[in-house]
């Protein structure tokens, strides 16, 4: 098992505010278990993949691989990733208020 799918595992994790303890009544997956998987301590089933991945809401390539199959998605991150910290700020803005036109139909 690749090292990194622990770490990604942990980081969309954390992303979401999740505590072990959350993840593991989400998922069903025991909080001891979802700590060594994170830890790289011990590997895991596909049916536990899929349990992590539902309460993730994230995909299973990308908790595999690190990428996911999602058009353009990696093409954003580079983008977003070449702007100043600075300027990250505005970019949230214009994202923000991109996505609240496009939900409402008007783009």
Do not use: W
Not at 6 to 32: F, Q
Not at 72 to 99: A, D, H, R
């Amino acid at each position: 098992m690749d090292k990194e799918v622990g770490e990604r595992i942990r980081h969309v994790r954390l992303d979401k505010g999740y505590t072990r303890d959350t993840l593991s009544m989400m998922s069903g997956v025991s909080e001891k278990y979802i700590f060594q998987i994170e830890r790289q301590h011990t590997g895991f089933s596909v049916d536990i993949l899929l349990k992590l991945t539902k309460a993730l809401d994230s995909s299973c390539d990308y908790l595999l691989r690190g990428h996911t199959e999602f058009p353009y998605e990696n093409e954003i991150i580079e983008l977003i990733e070449k702007f100043e910290p600075n300027q990250l700020g505005k970019v949230y803005l214009m994202l923000s208020s991109l996505y609240e036109i496009m939900k409402r139909g008007d783009l």
